[in-house]
């Protein structure tokens, strides 16, 4: 193991506190060499040139990015990332690779990696790598940053996102529950773990997320459990597993629902007695760390099919929270908007104007089949693209814009009451409470069935009422 310690002196515009990073490099003149192009440039650096020593490193110093050879000569640097990032909170992790695959940089990404580099005779594409993270860290640290995983990151008002925070509040004090959470892909449930992690866990402790699909069952088990040396074909060294890593921290089995059968018996064991076994070995020891599953499967028809395992879904279901679509949750829509917009201007450093009404108005009617994760994904894309400071129609997704915007089909009575339109007087959102007030009338003041004829929920229904001051005629309860 080398240790490195930037003496040199900090280029202006850098933040107070060192940057620092770890590369984990077993050839020695490579390290070197980024090393020295690092340091040459203010950063401070720590060489590692095993797996064990770059564990021993990530234990006692904190880092704000990790350069992983994916090929160490004691371990597989895939394998440990969720143990390092375990080990380092809020840390960009790249890896590095003589042999670009597909499946490799979809393993790495899953495992919880930023990025997937090739390694090349020049060491210049990864340290640019380096001074981007360093860049966007720094606008972070200038207080314009957000955390992503705080309480905000379960965005919303709506009241089934605000049920959510309050069972996850209600069930952080009973540290050895196991929690279940459920819903499609792309809604948060792991953003709703990590902050069931901030509200439970002693400070400081490690949240090590592990993906049950990215890897074979019998490397899952060894990456949970550990194994003894000579376990197994490959097994040369004893190495611990993440149910020891995570001490008294936070261990997320995303995916759950795709786990291998013979593993599922031996994580109920684990579930139930709170000990667990290396593979190889017959010693127990104690599981300190609350257990949280994810998966966007029905378990129980899973269970139907013989995929999973009965007992087991039992034992998950003792606090399920279920984190519904992001299509189901009205306005929120728009608050998760502006949020994205307020942090990818602060990651790219750009003033962004909240998005145009015509923009809100297609958010609103998109359905978000990839759910808060897509609109995610929408907002950074058009943040690229804008040339000016205000997200407009231009900048959004084609299936964004092809998206009918649809208030229903009214019912038999309404076809007969046109909404009149006045050219140059009406604009949309006069139009807009035309509607609703056509609607209320057809229904007789009938909220949740002037809800469906518009084609929206009752809660989105409510709000625009609240915007232009409506009252129904003859009021229902609806």
Same mark, same amino acid.
């Given at each position: 193991?080398?240790?490195?310690?930037?003496?040199?002196? *900090?280029?202006?515009?850098?933040?107070?506190? %060192?940057?620092? /990073?770890? #590369?984990? $490099?077993? @050839? +020695?003149?490579? &390290?070197?060499?980024?090393?020295?192009?690092?340091?040459?440039?203010?950063?401070?650096?720590?060489?590692?040139?095993?797996?064990?020593?770059?564990?021993?490193?990530?234990?006692?110093?904190?880092?704000?990015?990790?350069?992983?050879?994916?090929?160490?000569?004691?371990?597989?640097?895939?394998?440990?990332?969720?143990?390092?990032?375990?080990?380092?909170?809020?840390?960009?992790?790249?890896?590095?690779?003589?042999?670009?695959?597909?499946?490799?940089?979809?393993?790495?990404?899953?495992?919880?990696?930023?990025?997937?580099?090739?390694?090349?005779?020049?060491?210049?594409?990864?340290?640019?790598?380096?001074?981007?993270?360093?860049?966007?860290?720094?606008?972070?640290?200038?207080?314009?940053?957000?955390?992503?995983?705080? *309480?905000?990151?379960?965005?919303?008002?709506? %009241?089934?996102? /605000?049920? #959510?925070? $309050?069972? @996850? +509040?209600?069930? &952080?004090?009973?540290?050895?529950?196991?929690?279940?959470?459920?819903?499609?892909?792309?809604?948060?449930?792991?953003?709703?773990?990590?902050?069931?992690?901030?509200?439970?866990?002693?400070?400081?402790?490690?949240?090590?997320?592990?993906?049950?699909?990215?890897?074979?069952?019998?490397?899952?088990?060894?990456?949970?459990?550990?194994?003894?040396?000579?376990?197994?074909?490959?097994?040369?060294?004893?190495?611990?597993?993440?149910?020891?890593?995570?001490?008294?921290?936070?261990?997320?089995?995303?995916?759950?629902?795709?786990?291998?059968?013979?593993?599922?018996?031996?994580?109920?064991?684990?579930?139930?007695?709170?000990?667990?076994?290396?593979?190889?070995?017959?010693?127990?020891?104690?599981?300190?760390?609350?257990?949280?599953?994810?998966?966007?499967?029905?378990?129980?028809?899973? /269970?139907?099919?013989?995929?999973?395992?009965?007992?087991?879904?039992?034992?998950?279901?003792?606090?399920?929270?279920?984190?519904?679509?992001?299509?189901?949750?009205?306005?929120?829509?728009?608050?998760?908007?502006?949020?994205?917009?307020?942090?990818?201007?602060?990651?790219?450093?750009?003033?962004?104007?909240?998005?145009?009404?015509?923009?809100?108005?297609?958010?609103?009617?998109?359905?978000?089949?990839?759910?808060?994760?897509?609109?995610?994904?929408?907002?950074?894309?058009?943040?690229?693209?804008?040339?000016?400071?205000?997200?407009?129609?231009?900048?959004?997704?084609?299936?964004?814009?092809?998206?009918?915007?649809?208030?229903?089909?009214?019912?038999?009575?309404?076809?007969?009451?046109?909404?009149?339109?006045?050219?140059?007087?009406?604009?949309?959102?006069?139009?807009?409470?035309?509607?609703?007030?056509?609607?209320?009338?057809?229904?007789?003041?009938?909220?949740?069935?002037?809800?469906?004829?518009?084609?929206?929920?009752?809660?989105?229904?409510?709000?625009?009422?609240?915007?232009?001051?409506?009252?129904?005629?003859?009021?229902?309860?609806?």
């Amino acid at each position: 193991m080398t240790r490195r310690t930037n003496q040199a002196k *900090k280029e202006p515009g850098t933040e107070s506190a %060192p940057f620092r /990073v770890l #590369v984990v $490099e077993d @050839i +020695e003149l490579y &390290a070197q060499a980024i090393g020295r192009e690092l340091e040459r440039n203010g950063i401070a650096c720590d060489l590692a040139h095993t797996a064990a020593d770059a564990l021993a490193l990530a234990q006692s110093a904190s880092y704000q990015a990790i350069l992983l050879d994916h090929k160490l000569p004691d371990d597989d640097g895939i394998r440990i990332i969720p143990v390092l990032l375990g080990r380092q909170s809020g840390c960009s992790l790249i890896v590095m690779t003589a042999y670009e695959t597909i499946q490799n940089a979809i393993q790495a990404i899953r495992q919880g990696a930023e990025d997937y580099i090739v390694k090349e005779t020049s060491i210049q594409p990864i340290v640019r790598r380096i001074f981007e993270i360093q860049r966007r860290n720094s606008v972070r640290m200038s207080g314009q940053g957000w955390d992503e995983h705080r *309480k905000d990151g379960l965005i919303g008002q709506s %009241p089934c996102i /605000v049920r #959510v925070r $309050e069972q @996850i +509040e209600k069930v &952080a004090v009973r540290a050895n529950t196991v929690v279940l959470f459920t819903g499609e892909t792309g809604v948060g449930k792991e953003v709703a773990a990590r902050y069931l992690h901030k509200l439970s866990a002693p400070p400081g402790s490690p949240f090590i997320s592990v993906d049950c699909v990215a890897l074979p069952a019998n490397l899952v088990e060894s990456l949970l459990f550990g194994h003894e040396k000579g376990a197994f074909t490959g097994a040369h060294l004893t190495r611990h597993g993440v149910f020891h890593e995570a001490g008294r921290g936070t261990i997320l089995l995303d995916e759950i629902g795709d786990m291998d059968l013979n593993l599922q018996g031996k994580l109920l064991r684990v579930l139930e007695t709170r000990r667990f076994q290396r593979v190889g070995s017959v010693r127990e020891y104690p599981v300190e760390a609350r257990v949280i599953a994810a998966t966007n499967r029905d378990l129980l028809e899973q /269970v139907k099919q013989g995929r999973f395992r009965f007992d087991l879904h039992q034992r998950l279901s003792v606090f399920p929270i279920h984190i519904p679509p992001l299509r189901e949750r009205g306005d929120d829509i728009l608050l998760a908007a502006r949020h994205f917009v307020d942090f990818f201007g602060s990651k790219m450093n750009l003033q962004i104007e909240p998005v145009s009404p015509e923009v809100q108005q297609r958010l609103l009617a998109y359905d978000y089949p990839g759910n808060v994760r897509e609109l995610k994904n929408m907002i950074e894309r058009a943040a690229i693209m804008t040339d000016s400071s205000r997200i407009e129609l231009k900048h959004l997704p084609e299936r964004i814009l092809a998206s009918k915007i649809d208030f229903g089909s009214p019912n038999p009575g309404a076809a007969s009451a046109a909404i009149d339109f006045i050219p140059g007087v009406d604009t949309m959102e006069t139009l807009e409470e035309k509607l609703i007030i056509h609607a209320l009338r057809q229904t007789n003041g009938a909220k949740a069935e002037a809800a469906r004829l518009l084609g929206i929920s009752r809660f989105q229904l409510l709000r625009r009422m609240q915007k232009y001051q409506l009252q129904p005629d003859g009021p229902k309860s609806g």
